[in-house]
């Protein structure tokens, strides 16, 4: 086996592991009901999945950025998150969006938001999928 195939061979088993990782849904949501049904088709403007409910995508803050280059930045905590987030606010990629051009701070809500809060999947040390509540 080549080393770049045994290298993108850990990759994915590392970021599989990480999905599964919390393999609980965050408080008060059915993890069979129409939020983790939502979160479970998610995608990012790239057509990654988002992992899912049971393990990266939690609803947290969402706040406008002047530094993040989709404009956005996301609370990102131990507490919703697990032992390897940061406590503090994390730019969003534009990428993060699953139409990052329909996304500025004029818009009240992105991504078919169900749940009318903002959403956040941090996953591998990054802000992999974000979605606007009615709030912004």
């Not at 080393?3 to 408080?27: D, G, N, T, W, Y």
């Not at 992992?51 to 507490?79: L, Q, Y």
């Amino acid at each position: 086996m080549s080393i770049v195939l045994a290298l993108a061979l850990a990759a994915l088993l590392v970021a599989l592991f990480e999905c599964a990782a919390r393999a609980a849904p965050p408080p008060g949501v059915d993890p069979n009901g129409a939020t983790a049904r939502w979160v479970s088709r998610w995608e990012n403007a790239k057509q990654m999945g988002c992992c899912g409910i049971t393990s990266d995508c939690r609803p947290t803050a969402i706040r406008p950025s002047g530094t993040a280059e989709s404009g956005f930045a996301a609370w990102i905590d131990k507490e919703k998150y697990g032992p390897s987030a940061p406590d503090k606010w994390v730019d969003i990629p534009a990428v993060a969006f699953s139409h990052p051009e329909d996304v500025n701070p004029g818009n009240t809500s992105s991504d078919d938001n169900v749940t009318g809060v903002d959403w956040a999947c941090w996953f591998m040390m990054h802000v992999r999928c974000a979605a606007l509540g009615a709030g912004i």
